[in-house]
Protein backbone atom coordinates (compact mmCIF):
# COMPACT_ATOMS: atom_id res chain seq x y z
CA UNK A 1 0.00 0.00 0.00
CA UNK A 2 1.36 3.20 -1.19
CA UNK A 3 0.59 6.06 1.27
CA UNK A 4 0.66 9.01 -0.93
CA UNK A 5 -1.49 7.24 -4.03
CA UNK A 6 -3.49 4.84 -1.60
CA UNK A 7 -2.71 2.41 -4.41
CA UNK A 8 -2.22 -1.40 -3.69
CA UNK A 9 1.03 -2.09 -5.27
CA UNK A 10 0.75 -5.62 -5.10
CA UNK A 11 -0.85 -8.71 -3.74
CA UNK A 12 0.69 -12.09 -2.89
CA UNK A 13 -1.81 -15.01 -2.31
CA UNK A 14 -0.50 -18.49 -1.41
CA UNK A 15 -1.11 -20.88 2.13
CA UNK A 16 2.15 -19.30 4.26
CA UNK A 17 4.36 -16.04 3.34
CA UNK A 18 7.68 -16.41 4.87
CA UNK A 19 10.43 -13.68 4.98
CA UNK A 20 11.89 -14.77 1.68
CA UNK A 21 8.88 -15.01 -0.07
CA UNK A 22 8.42 -11.04 0.96
CA UNK A 23 11.55 -10.41 -0.19
CA UNK A 24 10.67 -11.62 -3.46
CA UNK A 25 7.63 -9.54 -3.52
CA UNK A 26 10.06 -6.76 -3.07
CA UNK A 27 12.56 -6.96 -5.16
CA UNK A 28 9.78 -7.35 -8.03
CA UNK A 29 8.05 -4.37 -7.23
CA UNK A 30 11.02 -2.41 -6.39
CA UNK A 31 12.02 -3.49 -10.52
CA UNK A 32 8.54 -1.84 -11.57
CA UNK A 33 8.44 0.97 -8.82
CA UNK A 34 11.93 1.68 -6.94
CA UNK A 35 11.82 0.99 -3.57
CA UNK A 36 10.69 3.29 -0.98
CA UNK A 37 12.60 4.81 1.76
CA UNK A 38 10.66 3.56 4.69
CA UNK A 39 8.24 0.39 4.95
CA UNK A 40 5.99 0.71 7.71
CA UNK A 41 5.08 -2.76 8.84
CA UNK A 42 3.63 -4.36 11.58
CA UNK A 43 5.76 -7.38 13.87
CA UNK A 44 4.39 -10.52 12.33
CA UNK A 45 6.67 -13.17 11.59
CA UNK A 46 7.17 -12.74 7.63
CA UNK A 47 8.64 -8.71 8.25
CA UNK A 48 10.81 -9.29 11.80
CA UNK A 49 12.71 -12.15 10.68
CA UNK A 50 16.29 -11.74 9.18
CA UNK A 51 15.41 -11.97 5.50
CA UNK A 52 13.63 -8.71 5.44
CA UNK A 53 16.52 -7.32 7.69
CA UNK A 54 18.92 -7.92 5.06
CA UNK A 55 17.44 -7.25 2.43
CA UNK A 56 16.91 -4.03 3.48
CA UNK A 57 20.28 -2.92 4.63
CA UNK A 58 21.51 -4.08 1.67
CA UNK A 59 19.17 -1.79 -0.15
CA UNK A 60 19.04 1.09 2.51
CA UNK A 61 15.48 0.83 3.06
CA UNK A 62 14.67 1.54 6.58
CA UNK A 63 11.86 -0.78 8.31
CA UNK A 64 9.73 1.13 10.65
CA UNK A 65 7.63 -1.24 12.49
CA UNK A 66 4.65 -0.24 14.47
CA UNK A 67 4.19 -0.86 17.87
CA UNK A 68 2.50 -4.26 19.15
CA UNK A 69 -1.12 -4.03 19.70
CA UNK A 70 -1.31 -0.14 18.11
CA UNK A 71 -3.05 -0.91 14.61
CA UNK A 72 -3.64 3.00 14.10
CA UNK A 73 -0.22 3.38 13.72
CA UNK A 74 -0.80 1.49 10.43
CA UNK A 75 -4.07 3.45 9.99
CA UNK A 76 -3.80 3.03 6.08
CA UNK A 77 -3.34 -0.44 6.00
CA UNK A 78 -5.57 -1.37 8.64
CA UNK A 79 -8.31 0.92 6.56
CA UNK A 80 -7.38 -1.25 3.51
CA UNK A 81 -7.67 -4.76 5.09
CA UNK A 82 -10.59 -3.34 6.06
CA UNK A 83 -12.51 -3.00 2.72
CA UNK A 84 -10.15 -5.82 1.84
CA UNK A 85 -11.84 -8.07 3.74
CA UNK A 86 -15.59 -7.02 2.92
CA UNK A 87 -15.23 -6.04 -0.66
CA UNK A 88 -13.51 -9.19 -1.98
CA UNK A 89 -12.71 -12.03 0.84
CA UNK A 90 -16.00 -11.91 2.17
CA UNK A 91 -17.46 -11.78 -1.28
CA UNK A 92 -15.70 -14.49 -2.59
CA UNK A 93 -15.59 -18.26 -2.53
CA UNK A 94 -12.13 -19.52 -3.21
CA UNK A 95 -11.77 -23.04 -4.71
CA UNK A 96 -8.30 -22.68 -5.00
CA UNK A 97 -5.19 -21.22 -4.94
CA UNK A 98 -5.38 -19.90 -8.38
CA UNK A 99 -8.72 -19.09 -8.03
CA UNK A 100 -8.10 -16.93 -5.42
CA UNK A 101 -5.21 -15.01 -7.57
CA UNK A 102 -7.62 -14.62 -9.92
CA UNK A 103 -10.27 -12.67 -7.97
CA UNK A 104 -7.81 -10.94 -5.31
CA UNK A 105 -5.84 -9.38 -8.38
CA UNK A 106 -9.26 -8.62 -9.74
CA UNK A 107 -10.37 -6.88 -6.76
CA UNK A 108 -6.82 -5.19 -6.61
CA UNK A 109 -7.11 -3.39 -10.10
CA UNK A 110 -10.38 -2.51 -9.79
CA UNK A 111 -8.99 -0.75 -6.28
CA UNK A 112 -6.39 0.88 -8.04
CA UNK A 113 -8.00 1.81 -11.15
CA UNK A 114 -12.07 2.17 -10.77
CA UNK A 115 -12.92 3.08 -7.14
CA UNK A 116 -12.55 6.44 -6.32
CA UNK A 117 -11.31 7.01 -2.94
CA UNK A 118 -12.05 10.02 -1.04
CA UNK A 119 -8.72 10.56 0.78
CA UNK A 120 -7.49 11.54 -3.62
CA UNK A 121 -10.71 13.78 -4.22
CA UNK A 122 -12.80 11.13 -5.12
CA UNK A 123 -10.41 10.11 -7.74
CA UNK A 124 -8.83 6.35 -8.46
CA UNK A 125 -5.49 6.04 -7.53
CA UNK A 126 -4.62 5.63 -11.49
CA UNK A 127 -6.11 9.01 -11.97
CA UNK A 128 -4.68 10.60 -8.97
CA UNK A 129 -0.84 9.22 -10.36
CA UNK A 130 -1.29 10.66 -13.79
CA UNK A 131 -2.18 6.87 -14.72
CA UNK A 132 -0.68 4.38 -12.83
CA UNK A 133 3.15 4.99 -13.60
CA UNK A 134 5.78 5.77 -11.04
CA UNK A 135 5.66 9.40 -10.18
CA UNK A 136 8.48 11.75 -11.78
CA UNK A 137 11.81 12.26 -9.85
CA UNK A 138 11.68 15.20 -7.83
CA UNK A 139 14.34 17.71 -8.20
CA UNK A 140 17.53 17.14 -5.70
CA UNK A 141 16.92 19.44 -2.11
CA UNK A 142 18.89 19.63 0.53
CA UNK A 143 18.65 16.78 2.57
CA UNK A 144 16.48 17.82 5.80
CA UNK A 145 14.00 18.71 2.94
CA UNK A 146 13.71 15.34 1.18
CA UNK A 147 10.39 13.91 1.99
CA UNK A 148 10.26 10.31 2.33
CA UNK A 149 8.35 7.87 0.32
CA UNK A 150 6.30 5.13 2.62
CA UNK A 151 5.15 1.98 1.69
CA UNK A 152 2.99 0.35 4.00
CA UNK A 153 2.92 -3.57 4.20
CA UNK A 154 -0.62 -5.29 4.35
CA UNK A 155 -1.07 -9.38 4.74
Not at 17 to 43: A, C, F, S, T
Not at 94 to 101: G, M
Not at 141 to 149: F, G, V
Request: proline share 7%.
Amino acid sequence: MDDYSRECLATEVDTSLPGMRVVRGLEQLGKRRGLPEVLVMDNGPEFAGQALDVWAYERKVRLHFIEPGKPMQNAFVESFNGKFRDECLNEHWFVSLEDARRKIEAWRQDYNEVRPHSALGNRTPKEFTGGGAALPPEPPRREEQKQETTLELAL
